[in-house]
T-cell receptor, first 113, second 116 residues
Framework: NAGVTQTPKFQVLKTGQSMTLQCAQDMNHEYMSWYRQDPGMGLRLIHY???????DQGEVPNGYNVSRSTTEDFPLRLLSAAPSQTSVYFCASSSYTETGELFFGEGSRLTVL | KQEVTQIPAALSVPEGENLVLNCSFT??????LQWFRQDPGKGLTSLLL?????REQTSGRLNASLDKSSGRSTLYIAASQPGDSATYLCAVRGGRSTGANSKLTFGKGITLSVRP
């Protein structure tokens, strides 16, 4: 019963490096999303997708790219990491209905030096 | 723009107390409201989901209510235990101002400490 799986759990990057945070769900959910959580700022939506091949921007999309080639996977790419991207990142998914319950992964803690 | 507020930011109570956590939102045209629990260093765990047509949902010692017209929800925890210590977040889905029925707006959470 995996649910939403995120990898890696921890990552340290240097400024300017790129990396991809992986997210996979096995619940056949159409809707997937990425959030970042920072002290005092709460959860902020980065990007979301309502189905394979469809993505859209959230509140804080700059510096991040996403793609959705399959229903199961929704990777988040940092193109050129900056210290301001130090955060905890959460992937979440739900069925794409107005009534869908949102399920979260365990999070990925990223530090950019 | 939908805004979700949770006050106070932190709460400390003795074990055994019944308590109420509040959540308010500015746009009442929501599809549902969800309460989550987050333990330190962990992800968010869904506690209760209330659809816009419902007034309340119950799970064990937890009861959540929804009053769309006033833009409020409460999470009631009966007979609190030290194991209930965590951060509790509410999130609303949709709203006229969000532009998409898929978007959720989160409150910043209430950090609850239950003292033995």
């Amino acid at each position: 019963n995996a649910g939403v799986t995120q990898t890696p759990k921890f990552q340290v990057l240097k400024t300017g490096q790129s990396m991809t945070l992986q997210c996979a769900q096995d619940m056949n959910h159409e809707y997937m999303s990425w959030y970042r959580q920072d002290p005092g700022m709460g959860l902020r939506l980065i990007h979301y997708s309502v189905g394979a091949g469809i993505t859209d921007q959230g509140e804080v999309p700059n510096g991040y790219n996403v793609s959705r080639s399959t229903t199961e996977d929704f990777p988040l790419r940092l193109l050129s990491a900056a210290p301001s991207q130090t955060s905890v990142y959460f992937c979440a998914s739900s069925s794409y209905t107005e009534t869908g319950e949102l399920f979260f992964g365990e999070g990925s803690r990223l530090t950019v030096l | 723009k939908q805004e979700v507020t949770q006050i106070p930011a932190a709460l400390s109570v003795p074990e055994g107390e019944n308590l109420v956590l509040n959540c308010s939102f500015t746009d009442s045209a929501i599809y549902n409201l969800q309460w989550f629990r987050q333990d330190p260093g962990k992800g968010l765990t869904s506690l209760l989901l209330i659809q816009s047509s419902q007034r309340e949902q119950t799970s064990g010692r937890l009861n959540a209510s929804l009053d769309k017209s006033s833009g409020r929800s409460t999470l009631y925890i009966a007979a609190s235990q030290p194991g209930d210590s965590a951060t509790y977040l509410c999130a609303v889905r949709g709203g006229r101002s969000t532009g998409a029925n898929s978007k959720l707006t989160f409150g910043k959470g209430i950090t609850l400490s239950v003292r033995p």
